[in-house]
């Protein structure tokens, strides 16, 4: 790969990583408990694990913005060591993840055992490929990717 290309690459996709947070923050009231009251509420959302975020949602929109709890989290043991349906990720640390998208209103329960997103967690995902979208395809013009 051209070293100009690299580094542009990886500028784009570093300032991406931005832009999904704040797309998150837009969207939900984390900027407000970041800022907020109370130790214990700013606290949980101090350092939020925004690229598992990303997995959930985008699992939620692939499918038609309804999704499983065992398409997030796997259909393995929760003291299982296995990963669930997030690559490398153990179901517990999934189940946690899913919760912290569910408190920041982003995805909601549908019935018994299924996830929706929310119009915020639609917007979010939308608005981040658009974005990336429009930054990648500058790169992917620019270089003849």
């Known amino acids: ?6 580094k542009e690459l990886i500028r784009i996709t570093n300032s991406q990583f931005k832009v999904w947070q704040e797309n998150i923050r837009r969207e939900t009231p984390l900027a407000r408990l970041q800022g907020g009251r109370g130790a214990t509420s700013a606290e949980k959302w101090k350092n939020p694990n925004y690229m598992y975020y990303w997995f959930i949602l985008s699992i939620a929109y692939l499918e038609g913005g309804r999704v499983s709890r065992a398409d997030i989290i796997g259909d393995v043991d929760a003291g299982s060591s296995d990963s669930g349906a997030i690559d490398g990720v153990r179901p517990n640390t999934s189940r946690r993840y899913l919760g912290e998208v569910k408190a920041l209103g982003l995805i909601e329960r ?3 055992t299924d996830f929706q997103l929310t119009i915020a967690g639609r917007k979010v995902v939308e608005a981040t490929l658009e ?6 395809g500058k790169i992917f013009r620019r270089f003849h990717i």
């Open 1 to 6: 790969m051209d070293p100009a290309e690299a």
């Open 131 to 136: 974005s990336w979208n429009e930054e990648f």
């Open 110 to 112: 549908a019935g018994e």
